[in-house]
């Protein structure tokens, strides 16, 4: 079945509607989240996230809907990278955690629109060159091994000498002042940004960069640009309620960038070996099954070993 334009209307009103619903309502007051608070909320998402799957199933069948769960999978596995970074953003530019759910909402405003432009070109480009998917498969490799010997410490992370926040300092004047709890003040009649508002940028930027690894790795399982951006919608939008629900205890998930490098690595190979199977004629194939079991595999595997395995000091 064809995607039809009011399957596009009715998602967008869907998420407008789930965004004014929490800014303007479940999240009015600035407050600090607690776990179980956080958990529920990420439950929330996550069953929305279902519900929705349930009905691509029904109305674009199972190829659709096991797509679906798959991309979403892959995605939100790869977002858990995002919430290291949040942590080390919040902690650089001092954000107090009541007024962090502020950030990131607008964060996601943005997320939303940087998605659907990179999804859009991206299907474009492997529906015209079927080369670039090996582009995309040797990205996600390199990437994957980068961060399996990448060892940078946290102490090295200066979003100030990043080339964005750099840039946005020589156009604006920033302040350090933080009492009104606003991306923008004015002091003697002039309009400065607040380190709100760099946090924000960063947290854009940071996303961009996401991106660049997160969108390949999705298309490597569908190339539907409603499947792929919907899925990626979803991940993102409970993104959010996961990082405060797990943000105190991310530390001690110190094996979870090793399976984050092996899910990266491993969708690289399967693109490269799929595009190159088809184009020689064979009829192996990695599935979606069989990447949906790495991937939960290789999710699990490290959680275990980070509970199991106790850290030398």
């Not at 892959?74 to 759910?101: A, C, G, M, R, T």
């Not at 940087?114 to 299907?123: C, L, W």
């Not at 946005?168 to 009492?179: A, E, G, I």
């Not at 951006?229 to 959010?240: E, K, Q």
Request: aromatic fraction near 18%; include cysteine; glycine fraction near 6%.
């Amino acid at each position: 079945m064809e995607i039809g334009i009011g399957f596009w209307i009715g998602f967008f009103a869907f998420v407008i509607i789930m965004l004014a619903l929490d800014l303007f309502v479940f999240h009015k007051k600035d407050h600090i989240p607690s776990i179980k608070e956080s958990l529920l909320w990420s439950a929330f998402w996550i069953g929305l996230a279902i519900l929705f799957n349930i009905g691509v199933y029904f109305v674009l069948g199972q190829t659709a809907a096991l797509e679906f769960f798959t991309a979403y999978l892959v995605e939100e596995s790869l977002s858990i990278d995002n919430l290291f970074v949040f942590i080390l953003i919040f902690s650089f530019f001092k954000i107090e955690p009541e007024y962090q759910h502020k950030v990131l909402f607008w964060g996601i405003i943005g997320a939303i629109v940087m998605r659907a432009i990179f999804i859009f070109a991206g299907v474009a480009l492997l529906n015209r060159f079927d080369w670039i998917m090996y582009v995309f498969g040797a990205f996600l490799l390199y990437t994957g091994v980068k961060m399996l010997v990448d060892h940078k410490e946290t102490s090295d992370f200066n979003p100030n000498d990043n080339f964005v926040i750099k840039t946005f300092r020589k156009l604006m004047p920033v302040t350090d002042d933080r009492s009104s709890h606003t991306f923008f003040t004015k002091i003697n009649g002039k309009t400065y940004a607040t380190t709100y508002f760099l946090a924000l940028l960063f947290i854009e930027a940071s996303d961009l960069v996401f991106a660049v690894d997160s969108i390949p790795a999705v298309l490597s399982v569908s190339k539907d640009v409603f499947i792929v951006y919907t899925s990626n919608i979803f991940a993102i939008l409970g993104l959010r309620s996961l990082y405060f629900a797990l943000s105190g205890i991310m530390q001690y998930f110190r094996f979870l960038k090793l399976a984050l490098a092996g899910i990266l690595t491993f969708i690289g190979f399967k693109m490269c070996i799929n595009e190159f199977t088809h184009e020689m004629g064979y009829q192996f194939h990695i599935s979606n099954i069989v990447s949906l079991s790495v991937i939960v595999g290789l999710l699990t595997l490290s959680i275990l070993a980070s509970v199991l395995i106790k850290e030398k000091k």
